[in-house]
């Protein structure tokens, strides 16, 4: 059984959250995989913690909002 793990920012939207677990369920199906077996799991975190260029994302990137 696959399982995804997927790092994002904290303050995804739910709506977001659900496209991207639909669809990296999708592409499992796509290659034939079962949608039971199939597990992703979502990791927010914070930008201050996640680092660009040397740089804090909360710091890079301080205007843009998640999904």
Known sequence: MPVVHVFVWK?????????????????FTDLGIPEQAVEVILQEIPKEDW?????????????VKPP
């Open 11 to 27: 303050g995804m939207s739910a709506e977001a959250k659900r496209k991207v677990i639909a669809g990296i369920t999708r592409t």
């Open 51 to 63: 680092g660009i260029a040397g740089v804090p994302a909360s710091e890079k990137l301080r205007d």
